[in-house]
């Protein structure tokens, strides 16, 4: 089972875990950079797109699995569309008895059937349902010569005093969050409606330990604010989030037009994107979303994130199927074909 970060890996396979009412590293185990816990009774292993691209590498013939899931598949990166070829690859060549399944909660399905067909039928779409408890969504646009933390601390403030439960904040990157929090500070350790304010924060570049301790359950007594990357947007449950405050705006690794090289490039989130935030606020009951754009800003916003193989640094692609023993990345099979002028300039 192949997921997109590291904190959705350790999550999904300890969520897998505790229904199985097993424990990590049995039943179900995973494996990421520096670190595995599987074990000789081990029937589903979860890893990261990384991972699993060196280990198919590695082994094409894939020993010992019967099948491959790729969740998340929606985010679109690089990693993934290349998960997907090199495992069509496999299927096709050496194990047509292997499975391949596609998870996604918001990807419009058919493209990817097509994809996974074979002799020209589509693969089967299964829809899988869940009870999801009534999201309000709230518009705060405010003014586009205010600065992005104060309006997020205005919003915070908001749902700290109109609101229950913690707060999730959906921010671009580390300094946002920073600036955020710089802003926040003094709301640390404050009475408000329902607890004591606690502040962290969820990015990537908090070590494992840290980020786990933000997903569990928090102490009785305390209403977190929670300043997050995209991170949380996905796979994850963040256990007393009953409010998100969404600013609209997404950070991704792309290549600049201007200069030919990648860039972070910082541009709104799409409309599922968006959905996927809000969604948060509606996992463990009646929640609440805030969006710092108006209502009419929300429909003019692109409906799904573009592929990172429509405008990301295509070196990646390159490199794996010259490894994989293919020298034209334009003959491996792929869901979006890659723009020959992005391989041109990889190469």
Request: glycine residues 10%.
């Amino acid at each position: 089972m192949v997921e997109p970060r590291r904190l959705a890996v350790r999550t999904a396979a300890a969520r897998m875990s505790e229904m199985a009412g097993d424990s990590v590293g049995r039943s179900v185990g995973y494996s990421v950079r520096g670190e595995r816990r599987v074990g000789p009774g081990t029937r589903i292993e979860v890893v990261t797109e990384g991972l699993f691209l060196r280990r198919i590498q590695l082994d094409p013939t894939l020993e010992g699995v019967s099948a491959v899931l790729l969740d998340e598949f929606h985010e679109r990166s690089l990693a993934v569309d290349l998960a997907l070829a090199l495992t069509l690859d496999v299927r096709s060549a050496l194990r047509p008895d292997l499975r391949l399944l596609v998870m996604s909660a918001t990807i419009d399905p058919e493209p990817v059937a097509a994809v996974l067909g074979h002799g020209g039928d589509p693969a089967a779409v299964v829809a899988a349902t869940a009870p999801l408890f009534p999201v309000e969504t709230r518009y705060r646009p405010g003014s586009a010569h205010d600065r992005l933390e104060d309006r997020v601390t205005t919003v915070v403030r908001e749902a700290l005093r109109d609101d229950t439960g913690d707060v999730l904040v959906f921010l671009p990157g580390r300094g946002e969050i920073r600036r955020t929090r710089t802003i926040l500070d003094p709301l640390e350790a404050t009475a408000v409606p329902g607890g004591v304010v606690e502040l962290a924060e969820l990015h990537g570049s908090l070590s494992p330990d840290e980020q786990l301790h933000v997903v569990r359950s928090p102490e009785p007594g305390r209403r977190r604010v929670i300043l997050s990357t995209s991170l949380a947007e996905t796979s994850i449950t963040v256990p007393g989030v009953r409010v998100v405050v969404d600013a609209g705006r997404r950070r991704t690794q792309r290549v600049d037009p201007d200069t030919g090289l990648p860039a972070l490039l910082t541009g709104p989130v799409s409309r599922a994107g968006a959905d996927q935030r809000r969604g948060r606020a509606g996992r463990l009951g009646p929640g609440v979303a805030y969006r710092l754009w108006s209502e009419n800003d929300d429909r003019h916003r692109p409906a799904d994130e573009t592929p990172e193989m429509l405008d990301g640094d295509l070196t990646a692609l390159v490199r794996q199927p010259h490894a994989w023993g293919v020298d034209d990345p334009g003959e491996t099979g792929w869901l979006d074909v890659p723009p020959p002028i992005a391989v041109r300039s990889a190469k």
